[in-house]
């Protein structure tokens, strides 16, 4: 079975000489967060609306664990929740009158327990038998993730879900997504929070003017970047190159290296031991999610170049 849950293929999308969406292509793994960051304007929502099949792609394909969703929607969509733009509910019935709503006009059923289990998970246990109209914007959010996620879908596409939240309820939002990942649902996240995408996203894709400028993947593997840190600073940019590292110095006299060259980190730092360093600090190194972004939004047609070359 494949491990693939969404792929855009080549996907655009044009609204007369107008182009929303260009020739976007990117995959998502199951039980990956994937970031999806751009300015606003870029074609987030766009594209995002037509992986849910609410806008039908001028050319390329969308697909769902294998389903077209041009050609079935139904099928491709049928495990998948989200919250797309700003969620609309009725003011004057409660929140689990709304689910239920929903629910109703979906011809499905759930379980009063189940229901009420969704909107506990979420925050909303007793002021689920309030009515909407008296919710905050913060709410009104958590009142659209249990509704994302009555059926217990696979995948999860949630559009800036963290507006309006405050800090505590952010934390315990990032909390269930990386407990939801962590169980194998597949996550597509876009949002302008660019620090709690940083502690969320395991894959990164940048769009910007309708085009993917960048794609990275944040799993520490084979050729990942390390942070090293050790009080002979001045020596051991040497003792890197000696072994075909290139090691890149930061502002605060650590060094970032590429593991290619070199041992696993549990074996480098034995080695740097051995070799009579006085290690301080080791850790897999991340550039900052925000210098990234700006980088990539502030030059995107060379960065573009860089990509498709």
């Known amino acids: 079975m494949s491990n693939v849950m969404i792929d855009v293929q080549d996907v655009s999308k044009r609204y007369g000489s107008v182009t929303a969406v260009s020739h976007v292509t990117f995959a998502v793994n199951r039980g990956e967060i994937c970031g999806f960051l751009g300015p606003n304007g870029a074609g987030k929502t766009t594209t995002l609306r037509m992986l849910l099949g609410l806008v039908r792609p001028t050319s390329g394909r969308i697909l769902i664990q294998g389903v077209d969703v041009a050609s079935n929607a139904p099928k491709a969509l049928n495990s998948v929740g989200a919250i797309i733009e700003e969620s609309r509910f009725y003011p004057f019935l409660t929140g689990e009158q709304n689910l239920r709503q929903v629910l109703r006009l979906r011809g499905l059923a759930v379980s009063s327990e189940a229901l009420a289990s969704r909107l506990a998970e979420v925050g909303l ?158 850790r897999p190194y991340q550039q900052n999610l925000e210098l990234q972004y700006l980088e990539r939004m502030a030059h995107p047609q060379e960065v573009l170049a860089h990509v498709q070359s």
Not at 143 to 159: F, K, R, T
Not at 254 to 265: E, M, N, R, Y
Request: glycine fraction near 8%.
């Open 125 to 282: 246990g007793t002021a689920g038998k309030r009515k909407v109209k008296g919710y905050s914007l913060g709410m009104r959010q958590r009142l659209a993730l249990a509704l994302a996620m009555l059926q217990d879908p696979e995948i999860l596409v949630l559009d800036e879900p963290m507006n309006g939240l405050d800090p505590a309820a952010m934390r315990d939002f990032r909390m269930h997504l990386l407990q939801l990942a962590e169980s194998g649902v597949t996550i597509l996240l876009s949002s302008h929070i660019l620090s709690e995408v940083e502690q969320l996203a395991t894959r990164l894709v940048f769009i910007n003017q309708g085009q993917v400028v960048g794609i990275e993947d944040r799993q520490q593997g084979t050729g990942a970047k390390t942070y090293v840190k050790v009080l002979e600073s001045e020596r051991i940019e040497a003792w890197f190159e000696s072994r075909g590292a290139v090691a890149e110095r930061l502002a605060d006299g650590a060094f970032v290296v590429s593991l290619t060259a070199l041992p696993a980190v549990p074996e480098l730092v034995r080695d740097l031991v051995g070799a009579g360093f006085n290690v301080t600090e080791i």
